[in-house]
């Protein structure tokens, strides 16, 4: 069953003709209104007729939240065929739609629109964040999917975790904390001076995670050549060409070594599990994420949706001393997989095969993880500062339950203080996931979609589940309290907040720039002529970057306005001067406007110091297609 939920100052409909389906309905029928009034457009779908009673229960639940939150006491429920195409029989439809009218009845003042009848309607909604929200509803036993077949392994549709299942019917409280510790209702706050929580609060309350059109990065992925979409895989796994496959490398082995800096080792674990493991399926029901399932030699396995499972099992059978704590492991899985909804498949920004780096630390007790958390929450700070991504570029979100709150309001307080600006706070009265408390770094793009980018969460669950002991100073075993942390976020998208950051800044009317030590060509040279091609090369032999020169046989106008639109950082021109002095012509992108380039006259040497300040500390690797630009094939 889809949703589609408006709070409105009124709905008002009246029907103007029968289709084949129509149900009979009085005279008093064919018209309603109703004022201040939750509008459920519903569509029952074929997936509704395995469990009529857990349809409408499941729906009537999602209502009563809503209407809850908005404080409203008429509901209208309205039958819209037009949210599915895969809709249910008409008897069944009106079975469910009936069912939810009548178990609202006794709470709300209710009406429903006729079915199978053309209507014209007018609604005005009114405009805050929890007035336009959608939802999916999928009966219990309809949820496990169905199986196809192979000689070798099939692959079935996703599993949805029990947590998954949870979260879409669980009782959210949103609220925006200031840094004076203020917790403000999330729809009266005043966003005039922070317009994109704005647009990130609209995300979360309302869920809309399908994507209508492409945003800016999907373009820009193809025309720098960094990835594009594989046809021939499953959707949500991309190719990356060498541009793309430099980045992702750069970026993970900068993570790892981040990691490495607060004592993490590195480890490496499986990409499938036994589903039927004991430990691992109950973890399962405790992971909001949708499964791949694969069936092998009789066996029912399932693809990592993260490091999680390897890690703690591989804790389980470790000999760990409170002398070792906390104790940090990390991985850069290439890859996690998860089946995500094809509607929010869009390039880099969700994937199905994804890597990310995943770190998990072992702590003494919940004294040590919170200040733990605190330490891990000030490098995912820092690490995507370094990465291009600053505090201004992403919103930050912090969930946790109503009594960890009560417990560490101070903390919390700090956290907000820390990024010195309002933060999103959803808020539970019960615990359904495996943490009591997480935070996401949240990058708002071009089209008011939000993705999360780091993350740290506090696992109260699985050194339980896991067996998982450490031995204190007195000889006794004890479980420790567990910290998810993911640095940086998936790598993917921290080129798909990149991207779509330089995308809104070049729509700004600015240059758009990758950093210089993730840029694939850091320099290029461009002699004018062909008599300057040994001068070029002595220039590139100098530069201690990745640099290239462009040879082909274009004039020196283009060849500059071809490295404009891959965004070169540094473009060197030399002709006779540069030659006759022993100097180089530079271009530097970073401080230059649409049409007004800045180029300075340097010598090698200075160029070298240059970049050498501004990557300094940052991995580094050389080039990863052909020094002349001749002897390079297109990828798009």
Known sequence: MQLLL??????????????PVAEKIEESFKKGRLEEALTAFIAVEKVDESNVEGAISKAVEEIKNVASQVKAENIMVYPYAHLSSDLSSPKA?????KGIEE?????????RAPFGWYKAFKISCKGHPLSELSRSIVPDEAASGSESSSCLASVKEEVVSEALKAESTAKSYWHVLTPDGTLHDATTFDFSGHENLGKFVDYEISKKRAVEKAPPHVELMRRLEIADYEPGSDSGNMRYYPKGRLMK???????????????AM????????DMNHPTLKKYLDRFPARQYSIESDKRQLFLRFAACFGQFLMNHDMTISYKNLPLKMVEMTRYSFRKEQRGELVGLRRLRAFTMPDMHSLCADMDNAISQFDEQYNMCISVLDKIGIKVDDFEVAIRFTRDFYNENKDFITNLAKTVDKPVLIEMWDTRFFYFVLKFEFN??????????????????????????NYIDSNGNANKPVILHCSPSGAIERCIYGLLEKEAMKAEAGGVPILPLWLSPTQVRVIPIAE?????????????NCRVDIDDRDDTVGKKIREAGREWIPYVVVVGDSEVENGTINVTIRAESQPKSPVKVEMTSEELNARISSEVEGMPYKGLCLAKMLSQ?????
């Open 531 to 543: 008599k300057h091609m040994d001068y070029a090369l002595q220039v590139s032999e100098q530069l």
């Open 93 to 97: 439809g009106v079975a469910v739609l």
């Open 6 to 19: 408006i709070h409105s100052d009124y709905i008002e409909y009246e029907v103007k003709k029968s289709t």
């Open 632 to 636: 390079r094939p297109k990828f798009i």
């Open 266 to 273: 590195e480890v490496e674990t499986p990409l499938m599990y």
């Open 103 to 111: 178990a609202l009845s006794g709470e709300f003042t209710v009406k």
């Open 443 to 468: 990058f708002v793009d071009a089209l008011a979609k939000a993705s999360a980018l780091s993350t740290v969460q506090i696992d109260v669950e699985n050194a339980e589940r896991y067996d998982i």
């Open 249 to 263: 490398s750069l970026l993970e082995n900068y993570v790892l070594e981040e990691s490495a800096k607060v004592g």
